[in-house]
């Protein structure tokens, strides 16, 4: 009789604890969609990359047209002079791919500046969640948007979205 009321016993408080404890979840993209610092910050993004994207295809044009130049007048050059126009195509080349890695690659200057721009609205988005996560004791709170975090289904009963951006100041 004592085991089967302390097992009883021991049912019921871990029952209570699982009640006690509250999830929901946010959508980052909407949240994020509705700052309109980080509209602004996307379009001087896709602005910047533009220009860069720009940059970049003169360079490999002005590869394009010195192979061209060359494959016209190949046959009527000197060895040396031959020798000389392929270097510097492939040096040009070279060169516009560098550019291309530096302006456009993991670490290059449009993720730097990406992260420049929309680090801080992040930052701000996760402190808003853990400020409300703790004021409102929600033991784990997901992202519809992130790819780790699949969610089959969503009840918009916990959707925290609207209270993160009321929270930061924003209405949607």
Avoid: C
């Avoid at 016993?9 to 404890?21: C, E, P, R, V």
């Avoid at 590869?63 to 000389?84: C, F, G, N, S, T």
């Avoid at 992040?122 to 790819?147: G, H, M």
């Amino acid at each position: 009789m004592k085991k089967t009321t302390v097992l009883f016993l021991f049912i019921l408080i871990n029952i209570s604890l699982i009640n006690a404890q509250r999830f929901a979840y946010i959508d980052t993209e909407y949240i994020m969609d509705n700052i309109p610092e980080y509209k602004a910050a996307q379009m001087e993004i896709e602005e910047i990359s533009k220009e860069w994207e720009k940059e970049v295809e003169a360079k490999f044009q002005e590869v394009d047209r010195l192979y061209r130049e060359y494959q016209a007048e190949a046959v009527l050059l000197p060895d040396d002079i031959k020798r000389e126009r392929e270097e510097t195509i492939i040096r040009k080349e070279r060169e516009a791919k560098e550019l291309q890695m530096k302006r456009f690659g993991p670490e290059g200057d449009l993720f730097v500046k990406r992260q420049e721009l929309i680090r801080p609205i992040q930052d701000r988005i996760f402190e808003a969640v853990e400020e409300i996560a703790k004021s409102d004791n929600y033991a784990v709170i997901f992202d519809k948007t992130t790819s780790g975090g699949a969610m089959i289904f969503t009840d918009v009963q916990y959707d925290l979205s609207d209270k993160i951006l009321e929270h930061l100041g924003y209405r949607k």
